[in-house]
């Protein structure tokens, strides 16, 4: 059963992402790169974790609202009240900039749960880290949720790191707070379930992450999607 991580946790899982950042120059670069076909008025971020501000400085364009929905409260306490400061810069920088922020807490697979008004009629969906942490079935159920939130021809941006080379106390950890699920997808099964899902394949990339053993991850998978008219 996934249990909500401390905020220490939270605090540490951020930190060691920016020092992967910093260690991986080629792999950031792979990573920002790919944000930049996130467009659109209205963006919904899913399983935001606390890099939302930080995706949010690389998108095409800004939008006007930015919504963020993550299942652990404190990945939300830690956006809304940490003064490390990367986030308050990223607080300060969107709030000079006029985008409107919203942060949910919950579970997209909980179909009867409304997540308001930020989750309707939006322009994109940005997956960073999450649709990749699902099997099949719970895979082709949160796709058709962000399917019925995206107006037609709406975006679907999914990044994913695939292929697990993780030291085992940190990947259970990962399990243990849902920041990792078992069984993750491979680059093509993420195409293939989503393209099964009413979505058109518009770009894919994938990055051969040098260091795998160090970085944890053998390749970062990158796929675009249009929704059907």
């Not at 606390?50 to 939008?63: E, I, K, S, V």
Request: proline content about 4%; charged content about 30%.
């Amino acid at each position: 059963m996934i249990q909500e991580a401390p905020i220490d946790y939270v605090e540490t899982y951020y930190e060691t992402r920016l020092k992967r950042r910093r260690d991986f120059p080629e792999a950031r670069r792979f990573y920002e790169a790919q944000l930049k076909h996130v467009s659109g008025d209205r963006v919904i971020n899913l399983g935001c974790g606390p890099q939302f501000y930080d995706d949010l400085r690389h998108f095409a364009t800004l939008p006007r609202y930015y919504s963020g929905l993550d299942l652990n409260q404190q990945n939300l306490e830690y956006l809304k009240s940490s003064q490390h400061k990367d986030l308050e810069a990223g607080r300060n920088w969107a709030r000079d900039n006029d985008v409107k922020v919203d942060l949910v807490c919950g579970d997209i697979l909980e179909e009867s749960t409304d997540f308001g008004a930020g989750f309707e009629k939006v322009d994109c969906a940005v997956c960073i880290g999450f649709l990749g942490i699902f099997s099949e079935e719970p895979f082709k159920k949160a796709v058709g949720r962000i399917r019925e939130w995206l107006v037609p021809g709406g975006r679907l941006v999914n990044l994913s790191w695939c292929h697990n080379l993780q030291e085992k106390t940190v990947y259970e950890g990962r399990l243990k707070y849902g920041f990792n699920r078992p069984n993750n997808p491979g680059h093509h099964d993420i195409i293939k379930w989503t393209t099964e899902s009413d979505f058109i394949l518009i770009n894919e990339t994938v990055f051969d992450v040098p260091h795998k053993e160090i970085y944890g991850w053998k390749l970062i998978s990158s796929a675009v999607f249009e929704l059907a008219d």
